[in-house]
């Protein structure tokens, strides 16, 4: 404890354990990050919305864009009804995808401007910020301002030593990250799949610290 400052319940856990999952973790002290993702029609996402908010210790949540303006503002709606609302981010466009992949499911653009496309939306939509990767975090800065919320996956420690078999495509180091601007780094594998978690942990953060010249309070999502 005490070196994630908020921790990323996703799609693996949630499946497992539930909505008990966020509680057990809600009542040792850190935030949640709701990774759901959710993508369905605006009633839908707007009534999970509401379910989720109920939950105790949420600080973020979040939605994919794909699901359009309507599914988008229904969302932000929900939230803005609530008292200490979590932050309500846009997926993008998956860490994983490249140009080439994007092309394989219809989107002609480069990974970047369909970021910035999507991330456009989701702010005229009523968002709090986008998930996306280190690589947009500047365009988005520029474009929708320094309170726009980056969460940025694809995190990895010393990226051009990345293994082959990792699945992730746009990445950067966590120093990196934090130079180009983003708010939160999602952080999983590097951690979790460590010899040493804490060690492979410290060692972010002080790399993180070492890039915005603070201490470790920078805030890291663990996953």
């Known amino acids: 404890m005490g070196l994630a400052g908020i921790f990323k319940i996703g799609k693996q856990l949630f499946t497992a354990e539930g909505p008990e999952a966020v ?10 990050f709701l990774d759901l993702k959710y993508h369905d029609i605006p009633n839908t996402v707007a009534c999970a919305v509401r379910n ?27 939230l803005s009804t609530v008292v200490d609302p979590p932050k309500l981010l846009g ?22 401007v369909e970021v910035l496309r999507l991330a456009k939306l ?9 998930v996306c990767s280190a690589h947009e975090v500047k365009a988005i800065r520029r474009a929708l301002g320094s309170e ?9 420690p010393g990226a051009k030593l990345v293994s082959a078999k ?4 746009r990445i950067m180091s966590p120093g990196e990250a934090i ?33 915005e010249g603070a201490s470790r309070k920078t805030r890291v999502a663990g996953r």
Request: aromatic share 2%.
């Open 52 to 78: 989720a908010a109920r939950l105790p210790g949420l600080k973020l949540l979040n939605v994919h864009t794909l699901g359009g303006p309507q599914m988008l503002q229904a969302a932000a709606a929900e």
């Open 148 to 156: 726009f919320v980056t969460a940025v996956g694809g995190v990895r």
């Open 166 to 169: 990792d699945d992730q495509s």
């Open 91 to 112: 997926v993008t466009v998956l860490t994983s995808m490249d140009a080439k992949s994007l092309k394989q499911v219809g989107i002609l653009a480069s990974p970047a």
């Open 23 to 32: 509680r057990k973790i809600a009542s040792l002290g850190s935030g949640v």
């Open 122 to 130: 989701a702010k005229k939509s009523g968002l709090d910020g986008v």
């Open 179 to 211: 130079r180009a601007g983003a708010t939160y780094l999602i952080v999983g594998r590097p951690i979790t799949g460590a010899a040493d978690p804490v060690a492979a942990a410290l060692a972010m953060l002080d790399e993180i610290a070492e890039a």
